[in-house]
């Protein structure tokens, strides 16, 4: 069954607390993408990856860290330093480049900092 | 400057008419478009992507796409209820290779 993965789906943390979010995919995709999205807001890319041990920050990397040590995995850490992360964490890959790749989403996972 | 723009919406329209979503983009270089819908509290699925000017039809979607104006439209014949969602335009940005996307158009189909 082909598709990408994130845990937990619903995550709750203490403020002051870091926290990581996991995405895999079995897609044998190149790139991986992590978004964060507001209500009622678009998407923000936090950071991506085009390929294994490789990554560029996006438009909102501040607070946030990455690895990208396997091309099946790209977790997420939402670090202290970032100062509203209550949000929905969206994860996506992509075949690799070229302009005619289509680009999935996982599942998405729900933070809620107490 | 804005890169991918959309009508935030909502967007109401009557059960069985013709819904037409609208975006347009900055970066004339951009080769790949890409329409999502995204119900509450889930995920942007793929509902139709388009790379070349003119009209793309799958079922009840059309995409059309104008690279001379910068612009890419949506349009959902026989609207049903279930289309009720926030639909999302997004364009590939060639230089860099990432995908970029607008912050979504609110439908709303009335029973």
């Known amino acids: 069954d082909g598709g990408i993965t994130q845990s937990p789906k619903y995550l709750f943390r203490k403020e002051g607390q870091n926290v990581t979010l996991s995405c895999e995919q079995n897609l044998n995709h190149d790139a991986m993408y992590w978004y964060r999205q507001d209500p009622g807001q678009g998407l923000r890319l936090i950071y991506y990856?085009?390929?294994?041990?490789?990554?560029q920050k996006g438009d909102i990397a501040e607070g946030y860290s990455v690895s990208r040590e396997k091309k099946e995995s790209f977790p997420l850490t939402v670090t202290s330093a970032q100062k509203n992360p209550t949000a929905f964490y969206l994860c996506a890959s992509r075949g690799g480049r070229g302009a005619t790749d289509t680009q999935y989403f996982g599942p998405g996972t729900r933070l809620t900092v107490l | 400057q804005k890169e991918v723009e959309q009508n935030s919406g909502p967007l109401s329209v009557p059960e069985g008419a013709i819904a037409s979503l609208n975006c347009t983009y900055s970066?004339?270089?951009?080769?790949?478009f890409f329409w999502y819908r995204q119900y509450s509290g889930k995920s942007p699925e793929l509902i139709m992507s388009?790379?070349?000017?003119g009209d793309k039809e799958d079922g009840r979607f059309t995409a059309q796409l104008n690279k001379a104006s910068q612009y890419v439209s949506l349009l959902i014949r026989d609207s049903q209820p279930s289309d009720s969602a926030t639909y999302l335009c997004a364009v590939n940005i060639r230089r860099d290779d990432k995908i970029i996307f607008g912050k979504g158009t609110r439908l709303h189909i009335l029973p």
């Open positions: 388009i790379y070349s000017n």
């Open positions: 990856s085009q390929i294994v041990n490789d990554f």
């Open positions: 970066d004339r270089g951009s080769q790949s």
